[in-house]
Nanobody, 127 residues
Framework: QVQLVESGGGLVQAGGSLRLSCTTS????????MGWFRQVPGKEREFVAA????????NYADSVKGRFAISRDNAKNTVYLQMNGLKPEDTAVYYC????????????????????WGQGTQVTVSS
């Protein structure tokens, strides 16, 4: 089993920045692709960003391109989401997710591809 714990959420004014972290524990050997998703009440959980095991391949939702950056430090079993230029519409609970991969360059944007999820961290952007 793999446990994921997110941190770094909070309240920020529009235009501000936050950095989310997601640390994995448990069965951390092997290769994991990682992703960030977000959800607001009454809506489906949506894709935000994903990274391959190597970190060399990434993908972003159109709504966050140019503002958010995903990165990872495998030595620390941690993936990050740097969020700049935050907007009120970025307000949501942010979840990190992990799934085993066999290629260091593989990543996924579909939430059904992920096997492990964190509990989420709230991000609120005030206008």
């Amino acid at each position: 089993q793999v446990q994921l714990v997110e941190s770094g959420g909070g309240l920020v004014q529009a235009g501000g920045s936050l950095r989310l972290s997601c640390t994995t524990s448990g069965r951390t050997y092997g290769r994991y692709a990682m992703g960030w998703f977000r959800q607001v009440p009454g809506k489906e959980r949506e894709f935000v960003a994903a990274t391959s095991w190597s970190g060399g391949s990434t993908n972003y939702a159109d709504s966050v391109k140019g503002r958010f950056a995903i990165s990872r430090d495998n030595a620390k079993n941690t993936v990050y989401l740097q969020m700049n230029g935050l907007k009120p519409e970025d307000t949501a609970v942010y979840y990190c997710a992990a799934t085993v991969v066999y290629s260091s360059g593989t990543y996924y944007i579909g939430r059904d591809n992920y096997d492990y999820w964190g509990q989420g961290t709230q991000v609120t952007v005030s206008s």
